[in-house]
């Protein structure tokens, strides 16, 4: 039921929904496939959410879904695991993003597992793989318990609900706030459905199915849940990303909203900005011998960022990580004589490039992923990084793998473009169209915090801006083109780059036209040097 409150924050369209989802979109927020889907637990409605729907609507569109027999939704004759899989199936938008919480995370990840052609990403709230432990399984509630629990709803609905209430907030750091909040909420449930649902809840079971959910997966966990041991969230596969809130109980949402709404935005923009490696790989070996008479902005940051090494100490190993066409790794060859200096890339065709150009230096050439870099533990004294890692998909694995590498006091030094890299061009194309034309860049915050949770210390980062000109925009995205900078996010839909659709383009960047008649690209650099 949705408050007051909640009406007057968020435009709610009946018209697009059923009476079991309800849409919020904000008024500047534009209807699209790309829409946030909350499912909520057992004992509750879509009620459970609170605020969250209205606040994450001012970023995606929001629906939340009633299950059958709670809230406004009907129930249905067969509350076996397919047949609500089948019922979502029905009732979900053609693709989606899903939040679930416990049972409604549970279903979710079922319906994940079976369509996931629909699903382009995937959260859950507070859900185990299984809720009631088994002698294979023991992360989870006692059978004892749960039994006990079904005998009270047997006897009590009304009494086994308000128990769940204080249940849910048990443990949790604001417990009182909670339980009261909580015993405040509209709760409208079908006993014969509350009955079908509990037992639903004791028969599901996620350990294998979870394996065939391949779409980008975050697990949060509350630290203090009596409900679902917070252990759970290691038995979940390495491919689901998981977050951990220690202060909070079963509804992590409620009690750090903060942090989950935060952490919500950032998964979705994640997923939205998912790059296709071999896609990028590819543009990049296609580029190769056009690269270096393009590549201005990265050749300047190589030069700043190699007068910034410490080169006082004793350095015998060197990586140069993305090194490209193998320019700056031979200069790292010529200024460290003594290390043995290795370039490595995820370019196949780009890294044979480098090597033919230095066919007659000792450098060691090594065709690898950032993220899983195939490198001894703690085998390199320094790792040079120009322009490459925001190819990476996630911050933190690459960093991960860069820090198992290094050796003790090892030194590593990067250059990545900052989020306000092509502005101009970003603003422009999106008065165009709704695709995705540039890719998304991580804040010098987002560095500076994945580097210290993975280990590094003594972090220093700055951030500069400088701006290139071109005489035309058709000059502009020549250079991109030709240095293999092209967009390349797997699973998204583009419209094609026709006549019309640059002709567009380019009378939408005369706003930016200097009085010299150039056009602008400015590149926000981000400089850092971290310590192991």
Known sequence: MLTNQA???????????????????????????????????????????????????????????????????????????????????????????LIGL???????????????????????????????????????MPNADFEQFMAIWDQDPSACLNRFSGL??????????????????????????GKDMLRLLAELDSTQTIEQIRCPSLAIFGGRDCLVPVNASNQLPDSHEVLVLDSAAHLPHLSCDTEVLDRLREFIDQSKYQLDKQQVAQAFGRAAETYDSAAHIQKWSSDQLLKLLDD?????????????????????????????????????????????????????????DAEDLALQNQSKDLVFSNFALQWCNNLTPSLAEIYRVLDAEGQFYFAIPGPQTLCELRKVWSEIDDDIHINRFASADQWQAALKSVGFSSIEITQTTKVEYHPSVKDLLWNLKTVGATNNNSGKSKQLTGKQHLKRLYQAYDQFKTSQYTYPATWDIIFGRAVK
């Open 312 to 368: 006082s100490g004793v350095i015998k190993s060197i990586v140069d990580l993305g090194c490209g066409t193998g320019t700056q790794t031979a200069v790292l060859n010529k200024k460290f004589v003594q290390a043995q200096v290795t370039g490595v890339d995820f370019s196949a065709p780009m890294l044979a490039y480098a090597k033919s150009q230095q066919a007659n230096s000792d450098i060691k050439w090594l065709c690898c």
């Open 168 to 193: 849910q907030a048990q443990g949790d750091q604001q417990q009182r706030q909670l339980t009261r909040q909580l015993r405040r909420m509209e709760t409208d449930i079908d006993t014969v459905a």
């Open 102 to 140: 416990s049972l409604g995370g549970m279903l979710c990840r079922s319906f994940a597992a079976q369509h996931p052609e629909r699903v382009l990403g995937l959260v859950t709230l507070s859900t185990n793989l299984k809720f009631v432990a088994d002698s294979h399984y023991l992360s989870a």
């Open 7 to 97: 009406l007057n924050s968020v435009s709610v369209s009946p018209e697009l929904v059923n009476h079991s989802l309800t849409l919020y979109s904000s008024g500047e927020a534009k209807l699209h496939s790309e829409a946030v889907v909350l499912i909520h637990g057992w004992g509750c409605n879509s009620d459970i959410w609170q605020t969250l729907p209205e606040k994450l609507s001012a970023y995606i569109d929001v629906y939340t879904l009633d299950l059958p027999g709670f809230g406004n939704s009907s129930p249905i004759d067969d509350y076996t695991e397919q047949s609500l899989v089948d019922w979502l199936h029905t009732q979900l938008p053609q693709t989606c993003y």
